[in-house]
């Protein structure tokens, strides 16, 4: 690629970047530029992990945390306290994945907390206490 054609790629960028804002653009300026190499122009388009957004619905007691672990293909983070008043994402590899809880409480999950991601797909857990009875 010439000079001409990075120059106009650049300013086509920062104009890009005045219009939608600096903080949204820094992550996609990233991936079309950081992995060229100087033999060949490639340009990394897709991410290369999922998004999941884990809620916990507990409208038994807000104050209350459950200890979660994630399993699948380098989930970060792994392991960590969710509470109702805080969702927790967690960013993994493609693949078959599954979030769990070392609890005594009743607890239903949605389809999306034991599943397959693939890179790019955001999907979202919803962990929902169970009432006694």
Do not use: E, W
């Not at 005045?18 to 992995?35: K, R, T």
């Not at 033999?39 to 916990?56: C, D, E, K, Q, R």
């Not at 306290?81 to 493609?94: E, F, N, Y």
């Not at 599954?98 to 907390?113: H, I």
Request: proline share 8%; glycine share 6%.
């Amino acid at each position: 690629m010439n000079n001409t054609i990075k120059g106009i790629i650049i300013v086509v960028a920062i104009t890009s970047m005045l219009i939608v804002g600096a903080a949204s653009m820094v992550p996609i300026m990233q991936n079309s530029f950081a992995s060229q190499d100087h033999t060949t122009a490639t340009t990394t388009s897709s991410p290369a992990t999922g998004t999941l957004v884990i809620v916990l619905d507990n409208p038994n007691s807000i104050s209350t945390t459950f200890p979660i672990t994630v399993t699948g293909n380098n989930p970060q983070p792994s392991s960590f306290a969710l509470s109702a008043i805080s969702p927790q994402i967690v960013t993994l590899g493609p693949g078959p994945f599954a979030v769990s809880t070392d609890t005594s409480v009743s607890l239903y999950y949605s389809k999306d907390c034991k599943d397959t991601i693939s890179a790019g797909q955001n999907l979202q857990c919803l962990i929902t206490t169970v009432p006694p009875r």
